[in-house]
């Protein structure tokens, strides 16, 4: 989800950015622990399941490791690169994957479409 706010007072945008940042900064994204867990345990249990390719857009800034991991040239280990970068500071943009170490203008052309921030 996105949204768009205009603050017309420089004071009062600083403050808003400021506390946003920090907020973002100490949010945990992502599935507990427990849940992956409890998916990872089921999973075990049924070996059989089935995965379900969606249209849906993955977003960068909140998508777990595995959903990271189920897009087109993102490995594992380039999820848990993407995850720390957005720890660092969130992706606006697709070209934001460019900071991470492994992803190049190939990997980032095959994402169009396939990503949200």
């Known amino acids: 989800d996105e949204a768009l706010v205009i603050i017309d007072n420089?004071?009062?945008?600083a403050h808003f950015d400021r506390e946003f940042q920090y907020l973002y900064r100490t949010a945990k994204l992502g599935l507990p622990e427990t849940i992956k867990n409890r998916i990872e345990?089921?999973?075990?249990n049924c070996p059989q399941s089935v995965t379900i390719k969606s249209d849906r857009?993955?977003?960068l800034n909140t998508a777990t490791r595995e959903e990271l991991d189920s897009l087109p040239g993102i490995s594992g280990k380039l999820a848990e690169k993407i995850i720390a970068a957005r720890q660092q500071k969130p992706?606006?943009?697709l070209e934001?994957?460019?900071?991470?170490s492994g992803i190049g203008q190939?990997?980032?052309?095959?994402?169009?479409?396939?990503?949200?921030?």
């Open 106 to 117: 190939g990997k980032i052309s095959k994402l169009q479409g396939k990503v949200s921030w």
């Open 10 to 13: 420089p004071t009062v945008a």
């Open 57 to 59: 857009l993955i977003n």
């Open 96 to 100: 934001d994957l460019d900071r991470v």
């Open 41 to 44: 345990q089921d999973r075990k």
């Open 91 to 93: 992706f606006t943009s």
